[in-house]
């Protein structure tokens, strides 16, 4: 079981095999069984099906590759929206604005979306999440007709892999475990470390060969704006709003 | 495998028996190769030991129960910390404070979290996520010396189960999934019969019976104002700041 998490790589590119529903509500089910905040399962999934929409969120996500060939095209939502149809039962409406709620969802969805992939990675499928769903969160839930205080967390992909990225080597743990307290000090020799690690992996990798470490690529990706927008978007939705 | 993750239910009580650091890292390790957003990994462990601070920790988290009786205290914490320190080793900052930067650390930690849950029941332990830690997010913060770009976003308790819950029934496929377009027109029905099972589980589970259905126990918990400091916490600790 541990062998089967530590070979996890994204798999963008699919064979044109389907996967039935059966065999898919399958794999929801189980996913189902993570733990949920006070039990609120506050997630939903579209899956796409209609080839316009599946072309449309392809284009807006900017992961053609990934959503051309895979047997599911899938997009996890953060969703308080069912749980005000639950309260709405008893008189009742939701608090969906509090920052504590918009937590409650997002991990939620998190760890379901993170069962799944166990769940389609034991039955030998390849899954790749698509963060590219949030370069355009707007016009993607106006696609798949998304309703107030339900988002698009991420995509995924999920098919019988037709090619698998090499296994990224990931931070050593004494680098995200901490013993009582938090302790900085010891970063910086270890990512330089590390950094001579993901050099070597990135040189000697037999697709999209680079020279780059990981502190490099990281103080790129991190010191850019990206996205800015996402917060009016997620106070569009009635996400994150001061009450 | 579908079975082991349908058979998850939360731990309460455990056996007096360690968990070796050897055994703990390893599954560490295997968590670790969850997916992550551009690969960052957002994300610490803070593994609570000394035994004045566990007991800190376990009241300021209202979970006594669990924290006194298992084999590792843990608090799983979003972080962009580490990796401002990767963007300094080449003379720049990272945006920390950006929505989006916000969702790349919550939902990194809450995936390696529930590849870590996986990993661990899979060897036969028991779990429970502790979102009790976000009752006292800052007095945790200064107990475990957090800075700032480092928020306990859950605790967990693992060990070797003394007993365990019965596994509650999730929400029917059909409540969370979708199919192009988000229908809610499906709820009412859908949630009306799902509380008449969860009525019957309730009435007939072994531990803490009661006669409740689900959304009832969703509205109220979803209608009153909890954990209301939460934007300003996050905010005080560099998060979703506009920029």
């Not at 991990?107 to 499928?125: C, H, K, M, P």
């Not at 475990?177 to 990798?205: A, G, W």
Request: aromatic residues 10%.
């Amino acid at each position: 079981m541990l062998d089967l998490l530590t070979s996890h790589a994204s798999v963008r590119k699919y064979k044109d095999e389907p996967i039935s529903d059966e065999t898919f509500h399958k794999m929801l089910h189980a996913a189902q069984h993570a733990a949920s905040s006070n039990f609120a399962q506050a997630y939903s999934v579209i899956q796409v099906k209609d080839p316009v929409k599946r072309d449309k969120l392809a284009e807006l996500s900017k992961n053609r590759k990934q959503y051309d060939s895979a047997a599911l095209a899938l997009v996890f939502c953060a969703d308080l929206r069912r749980l005000g149809h639950a309260a709405a039962l008893h008189g009742k409406k939701i608090l969906g604005g509090t920052a504590e709620n918009f937590l409650v969802a997002v991990i939620d969805t998190a760890l379901f979306a993170q069962n799944f992939v166990v769940a389609a990675e034991s039955r030998g499928y390849g899954i790749c999440y698509i963060g590219g769903v949030r370069n355009n969160p707007e016009p993607i839930s106006e696609l798949l007709e998304l309703p107030d205080l339900v988002i698009p967390l991420f995509g995924m992909t999920v098919g019988v892999p037709a090619e698998k990225n090499e296994v990224k080597p990931r931070l050593p743990i004494e680098a995200i475990l901490h013993e009582d307290t938090y302790d900085e000090n010891k970063y910086d020799k270890i990512l330089k470390e590390y950094d001579s690690v993901m050099e070597e992996y990135y040189r000697n990798r037999s697709a999209n060969s680079k020279s780059n470490g990981w502190t490099d690529v990281m103080a790129a990706f991190l010191s850019e704006p990206r996205r800015t927008f996402m917060l009016d978007f997620l106070q569009s939705k009635g996400f994150l709003k001061i009450e």
